[in-house]
């Protein structure tokens, strides 16, 4: 069955960086959209950015210019490069399949952004 295990979470500074990965298991991960979502508390679950197969990247304007993308089709992993992050980026980032149309979900990794 599919899986996406999420790491690279944990607390960091406004201004800093952190570098989720996402490794998949269970299908064919180079012929598959790959997205992160994030849910805030107290909030609904936001897209942040996706890659097509072809590695064709998409994001929420609350993601572009900070955030990017990539898979590395050889480890079946996604990443997601954060800088410049900030206190309401504060969330649990999940990595999905199938982009911006959603289909199995990890289980998520927490980002806290504080002083």
């Known amino acids: 069955q599919v899986q996406l295990v999420e790491s690279g979470g944990g607390v960091v500074q406004p201004g800093g960086s952190l570098r989720l990965s996402c490794a998949a298991s269970?299908?064919?991960?180079?012929?598959?959209?790959m997205a992160w979502y994030r849910q805030a508390p107290g909030a609904q679950r936001e897209f942040v950015a996706a890659?097509?197969?072809?590695?064709?990247?998409d994001y929420a304007d609350s993601a572009k210019g900070r955030f990017t993308i990539s898979r590395d089709n050889a480890k079946n992993t996604v990443y997601l490069q954060m800088n410049n992050l900030q206190p309401e980026d504060t969330a649990v980032y999940y990595c999905?399949?199938?982009?911006?149309?959603?289909?199995?979900w990890g289980q998520g990794t927490q980002v806290t952004v504080s002083s």
């Open positions: 999905v399949t199938g982009g911006r149309r959603p289909g199995s």
């Open positions: 890659i097509s197969s072809g590695a064709t990247t």
């Open positions: 269970g299908f064919i991960f180079r012929g598959s959209s």
